[in-house]
């Protein structure tokens, strides 16, 4: 059993926690881009300069897993190897996509792409941290986008002094009516001017134009209004779906492949995704290692059925909001604000790094929310796959 061998696409979260869960029982490589794991829900901390949003794969990740330093460009699953950019082929007996996802800037919006800043890879919150500092802070900002991305880059560059403006077709889509509220109340104590239910019609180098002709000046614009995911399924000819997700059954296994098992942000277990974050890509890591695990066992691995618990945002340093959720993910009424909402906050923000070490330590120590009733809920049957060959 030690022997087998299995790649791990992806450093992320998803793919951390599938790396150091496997670690003791097989041939581990992660193959990841960057040196470097990415505290991906920090990056907006990172473009104001009061974190690096990085930590040491050494301290995140099992010693006896291998990480290479490279692109993924191509899976050939005729032959188990991963092609990287480099030009070496990993060869693998199971593989785990954990690509996560990608910053987007919409192409139907003119000028996007050419002059707004996307904040969601490290690459990018880097790009804007430069552009932020040749930028003088009274210079006007204007942030796309009302998630919970946009949200908390909005107020995190207010509470840094910066003048912001948030245009958003919806605040806060996710979060509870009050929970809703309270975050404008709070950025309107930031100072951010809120532009809510319009629409962004063109972007250029120095203003941003809105659906009813109004031009807001911006010496920077923040896109955080679109995620994708990087094709590498569907360039390797995976199933996917339409925005490039890698298609599974509730196993995670591909319904193309049953050596290919998913985990993440770019994964669509039976068309139902998950919401794109860490807390739905911790145990989706943990459930894509288990399954590659009973497959070498000969066993039947369990559906992947993890439930979700909250949704939390920082609204600058001094402040935060902890959204209570149903177990598939809607928006209670109840909600934690303030302070309080700022500690639990930056806890969850430890508590992600504190599991991938603690599963490094202690292999199978993680354990998540089960959500018995996923299976209700499910848009099409589950679909099946080919006995291992």
């Known amino acids: 059993m030690t022997e087998t061998r299995v790649v791990v696409i992806g450093g992320g979260y998803a793919g951390v926690m599938a790396a150091n869960r496997l670690a003791p029982h097989t041939v581990v490589t992660l193959v990841n881009p960057r040196p470097d794991f990415v505290e991906r829900i920090r990056l907006h901390q990172l473009a104001v300069g009061n974190d690096d949003a990085v930590a040491a794969f050494s301290d995140v990740l099992a010693t006896e897993v ?12 005729r032959t188990r190897g991963v092609e990287l950019a480099g030009g070496e082929t990993l060869g693998y007996d199971y593989l785990i996509y954990a690509v996560g996802s990608t910053g987007t800037v919409s192409p139907a919006v003119p000028g996007a792409a050419e002059f707004a800043y996307p904040i969601s890879e490290l690459e990018q919150a880097q790009r804007l941290a430069d552009r932020l500092a040749e930028v003088p802070a009274p210079a006007p900002i204007v942030v796309v986008g009302g998630g919970l991305t946009g949200i908390e880059a909005a107020a995190e560059f207010a509470e840094a002094g910066r003048r912001v403006t948030l245009v958003t077709d919806a605040l806060g889509p996710t979060l509870s009516r009050g929970a809703r509220r309270s975050v404008a109340r709070r950025l309107n104590r930031l100072g951010v001017a809120l532009l809510d239910q319009h629409r962004v019609a063109r972007v250029d180098a120095d203003r941003v134009v809105l659906g009813d002709g109004r031009e807001l000046p911006a010496a920077v614009t923040v896109w955080t209004a679109g995620f994708g995911v990087p094709g590498l399924a569907a360039a390797s000819g995976l199933t996917t ?25 770019a994964v669509s277990p039976s068309g139902l995704p998950y919401r794109m974050s860490c807390q739905a890509a911790i145990p989706m890591g943990a459930r894509a290692a288990e399954t590659v695990l009973a497959r070498m066992s000969g066993a039947s691995p369990d559906a992947v059925g993890h439930g979700m618990a909250a949704q939390c945002l920082s609204l600058g340093r001094r402040r935060g909001l902890f959204q209570v959720n149903t177990i598939d993910d809607r928006a209670r009424r109840l909600y934690i604000g303030g302070r309080t909402g700022a500690l639990i906050k930056e806890q969850v923000c430890r508590m992600t790094i504190k599991w991938l070490r603690d599963e490094a330590q202690r292999p199978g120590s993680y354990r998540w929310r089960r959500d018995p009733d996923r299976q209700h809920r499910l848009p099409v049957p589950t679909a099946p796959v080919a006995s291992v060959r």
């Open 66 to 77: 291998r990480l290479v330093v490279d692109d993924a460009t191509r899976i050939d699953t």
């Open 241 to 265: 779906d339409e925005v490039g997700r890698l298609i599974t059954d509730e196993t995670l296994t591909s319904i193309d492949d049953p050596r290919v098992v998913g985990a993440g942000d």
